[in-house]
């Protein structure tokens, strides 16, 4: 762990130079592997910590490595919002808190209106160019450009007397790491009275419209429709093979009549691209359980379609299968191979199974010491046994629901806890106490 500096010019010439490493309270060794507690970032101007946070991919409370937190700095730069960057790591014990000092780039952004409804692109863009001829969609992060866009996006509200507001700020896409400059008409209601989707045929349109109906009512907003095809229709596809499916930019068209005057129309087209099936999957990095293993634990069959969610599952079920043996650590990356040709997909795993880790401590808090010695004794995972991940579950399924009846019997039905399970490994020992605590 250390202070790391990255700077945008130096990374032009391909060098990116390590000006200083400094390890707070250990040497890097003993705290290679540390808890994520928080994240700061330093010198931000226009952009939120959160949103920074946010594109870095870093979560608080995850356990990570510094290859991990270089990773997400690197994220960072790439994103092209930070003319250099640097962080620092701060460590005690087991836990880190991570420090990006950043200087955010002058540059020029992708230019979103995301919900100028009333009018067309080209109009918006001839409005913008009585003022700034060179407009070409773009805008200097910072500076005055952007301000006379806002302008200009004004004057137009003004001339259709609709009361709006402009409001324009960076928008980083978490899901891409895209940056845009984002001008939105505040203080008006624009509600979407009704929706479309084009090339729909998988999936009937009005199963669609269905799904979307969290869309209707609600006011407008480009991004926030996008976001929703992405994140919840878009699975409705993945479940029946149309791994590659996509939903344009959504359109809207304002409905002057009643009973949604002053609402709009959207229109979101599909392209619902190709069934696929599984093919096959391949592994690299695995010792400890065979390709067999692994094929047997995911659980897909050659041939059969290519339900994304059930590959999501197929997936955890990967994890399971080391977390019962002790591997809780372990990591995998997947990567896709499309067969158009073929209608297939085949997946391979790059897989990083980590130390075997064993039983520590139970710990049971909440409760008088002689009930939690009565539940101690229910837990058959005795100390220095290969921790078996599955047996918290099995554990919460009956003997802990026994106990908790067999409590509520002795100290009436007002005693209704809420239990909470923990696991905390501890890295150095590989070895992972289990915390049951009484609420």
């Not at 791994?243 to 009549?257: D, N, Y």
């Not at 040709?341 to 130390?355: C, H, L, M, W």
Request: charged fraction near 25%; include cysteine.
């Amino acid at each position: 762990m250390g202070i790391r500096h990255f700077n945008i010019e130096q990374m032009a010439r391909n060098a990116i130079s390590i000006v200083l490493l400094i390890i707070a309270g250990a040497n890097c060794q003993a705290q290679e592997q540390v808890t994520l507690r928080r994240v700061e970032v330093t010198g931000l101007k226009r952009l939120t910590a959160q949103q920074v946070i946010d594109l870095s991919g870093l979560k608080v409370g995850d356990t990570t490595k510094r290859d991990a937190i270089d990773a997400a700095a690197q994220k960072l730069m790439d994103s092209g919002l930070f003319r250099k960057l640097g962080y620092r790591v701060s460590v005690k014990g087991d836990d880190a808190i991570v420090t990006f000092d950043v200087e955010e780039a002058t540059r020029n952004l992708p230019i979103v209106f995301e919900n100028f409804v009333w009018f067309t692109e080209p109009e918006i863009a001839r409005a913008i160019r009585q003022d700034l001829p060179f407009y070409d969609g773009t805008a200097p992060e910072a500076g005055a450009t952007a301000d006379k866009i806002a302008a200009a996006l004004r004057r137009l509200l003004k001339q259709k007397n609709i009361a709006a507001e402009v409001e324009f700020l960076p928008y980083v896409d978490t899901a891409t790491g895209k940056v845009e400059l984002l001008f939105t008409a505040k203080g008006v209601r624009i509600p979407v009275c009704s929706l479309h989707f084009p090339g729909a045929e998988a999936i009937p349109e009005t199963d669609l419209i269905k799904a979307a109906q969290p869309l209707l009512k609600s006011d407008y907003s480009r991004k926030d429709i996008s976001g929703f095809a992405l994140y919840t229709l878009f699975p409705l596809y993945r479940h029946i093979g149309h791994l590659r499916a996509q939903f344009q930019q959504p359109m809207a068209t304002v409905e002057e009549s009643a009973p949604c005057g002053g609402g709009v129309a959207v229109t979101i087209p599909v392209d619902e691209g190709i069934v696929y099936s599984w093919a096959k999957a391949d592994f690299s990095g695995n010792q400890v359980l065979t390709s067999d293993d692994l094929t047997a634990a995911l659980g897909m069959n050659s041939g059969e379609i290519a339900d994304g969610l059930k590959i999501d599952k197929a997936i955890k079920e990967l994890r399971r299968a080391y977390g019962r043996r002790g591997y809780i650590a372990v990591r995998s990356k997947e990567s896709l191979t499309f067969d158009d040709s073929t209608k297939q997909v085949s997946y391979r795993f790059e897989i990083a199974e980590g130390p075997r880790y064993f039983m520590g401590a139970l710990i049971v808090n909440g409760l008088s010491p002689e009930d939690a010695e009565s539940l101690k004794a229910k837990w058959t995972l005795g100390n220095n046994a290969v921790f078996d991940e599955s047996y918290i579950d099995n554990f919460r399924q009956t003997p802990l629901r026994d106990f908790v009846r067999s409590l509520t019997q002795r100290l009436g039905s007002s005693f209704r806890p809420n239990i909470e399970i923990e696991m905390k490994p501890d890295h150095q020992k590989q070895t992972v106490d289990v915390i049951i605590t009484f609420k």
